[in-house]
């Protein structure tokens, strides 16, 4: 647990349902969007902690993410709605496509300029922002319930508990299809920020990392667990992974309100985030995002109802500080 000073900010207003993605500006703004199970995308600046800007939609959004700039955004819904909206305008929603079922996760793709959306009906669509036109489609064998993009690759965790890599330039065909190396249900993966592979979190209180180099040797761990006894150990799911963009480090959120941070090259812990440097955050890590720099952490504090309905505490969005000491890999001994 690191002992340096941090800051931490609540960003105000929040959202009044399940925060369900935060993602950051691809520039030095520290702009953050958020979508939430209320009908809202919401624009904060961080900096100055103030809400720039809340589309409302009619339809409960489970995903986000930034464009080219932080003047382009883009959603997915329950509805299956893929929307585009230019943060510029109030209140502005444009249909860019749509899947049957929900569109559960969004991503944009830099190298391409295309965004992604992966969906509880089984398919993946590439859809080309400038002409609102769909450049890609990919059945899948099962549903959508973790995806990410990075330089050329797209890689998809499903509910058959199936993983498909893609080189999204040729994406008829995956480079990469296997079964997920854990027992339990995906709930999230992310690619590495070199794009030699990605990580993955489950159910179960796994992480597992694969590589895109099929004689690189993968392994998985134990995390997010607390041993009440010497029979009884709780296991709580992750829901969230986020790398380090200079470091290649990696945060991991779990239902246990949680963040551990992770060497994966040398294969332990480095260190673990408190809230306030003293206690665990109030409900479950819903989602997690660095920014540009890896300078701050965006933290989406909202309950993922892994105990079915009951009384829970306040949806929130924190954003820490993060020195480089807490997150820069340790050398090994000689």
């Known amino acids: 647990?690191?002992?340096?000073?941090?800051?931490?900010?609540?960003?105000?207003?929040?959202?009044?349902?399940?925060?369900?993605?935060?993602?950051?500006?691809?520039?030095?703004?520290?702009?953050?969007?958020?979508?939430?199970?209320?009908?809202?995308?919401?624009?904060?600046?961080?900096?100055?902690?103030?809400?720039?800007?809340?589309?409302?939609?009619?339809?409960?959004?489970?995903?986000?993410?930034?464009?080219?700039?932080?003047?382009?955004?883009?959603?997915?819904?329950?509805?299956?709605?893929?929307?585009?909206?230019?943060?510029?305008?109030?209140?502005?929603?444009?249909?860019?496509?749509?899947?049957?079922?929900?569109?559960?996760?969004?991503?944009?793709?830099?190298?391409?300029?295309?965004?992604?959306?992966?969906?509880?009906?089984?398919?993946?669509?590439?859809?080309?922002?400038?002409?609102?036109?769909?450049?890609?489609?990919?059945?899948?064998?099962?549903?959508?319930?973790?995806?990410?993009?990075?330089?050329?690759?797209?890689?998809?965790?499903?509910?058959?508990?199936?993983?498909?890599?893609?080189?999204?330039?040729?994406?008829?065909?995956?480079?990469?299809?296997?079964?997920?190396?854990?027992?339990?249900?995906?709930?999230?993966?992310?690619?590495?920020?070199d794009a030699q592979g990605y990580a993955i979190g489950s159910t179960e209180g796994r992480v597992a990392l694969e590589y895109v180099d099929a004689a690189r040797k993968g392994y998985a761990f134990k995390c997010h667990r607390e041993k009440i006894s010497e029979s009884e150990t709780y296991v709580f799911p992750i829901n969230a992974i986020a790398f380090h963009p200079r470091f290649g480090t990696f945060a991991t959120g779990g239902c246990d309100g949680m963040i551990n941070v992770w060497d994966g090259e040398n294969k332990k812990r480095i260190n673990q985030f408190l809230q306030h440097q003293t206690a665990r955050y109030p409900t479950s890590i819903a989602s997690m995002d660095f920014n540009h720099d890896g300078s701050r952490l965006a933290i989406a504090s909202s309950y993922t109802f892994e105990e079915g309905e009951k009384d829970h505490p306040d949806d929130s969005i924190f954003v820490r500080s993060v020195h480089e000491s807490e997150v820069r890999p340790k050398k090994k001994a000689p």
Not at 36 to 59: A, C, E, G, M, T
Not at 96 to 108: C, Q, V
Not at 151 to 172: C, F, H, Q, W
């Open 1 to 193: 647990m690191s002992t340096a000073p941090v800051e931490e900010v609540h960003l105000q207003p929040s959202p009044s349902d399940g925060i369900s993605c935060v993602r950051f500006s691809p520039d030095a703004s520290d702009w953050l969007l958020a979508s939430s199970w209320d009908k809202s995308l919401r624009l904060y600046d961080v900096p100055s902690n103030r809400l720039r800007l809340k589309v409302d939609v009619d339809h409960a959004l489970l995903a986000c993410s930034f464009g080219a700039t932080r003047t382009q955004a883009f959603s997915g819904g329950v509805g299956g709605l893929v929307g585009y909206h230019d943060l510029e305008v109030a209140n502005s929603t444009t249909k860019l496509g749509a899947h049957d079922k929900a569109a559960a996760h969004i991503r944009y793709s830099a190298a391409t300029g295309q965004v992604f959306s992966g969906s509880w009906d089984g398919t993946v669509s590439a859809w080309d922002p400038r002409s609102t036109t769909q450049t890609t489609h990919l059945k899948q064998s099962g549903k959508v319930y973790a995806m990410s993009t990075k330089e050329n690759l797209l890689v998809v965790g499903l509910s058959t508990k199936r993983i498909s890599l893609y080189d999204i330039r040729r994406a008829s065909v995956p480079i990469q299809d296997i079964d997920s190396p854990l027992k339990y249900q995906i709930r999230c993966i992310e690619l590495f920020p």
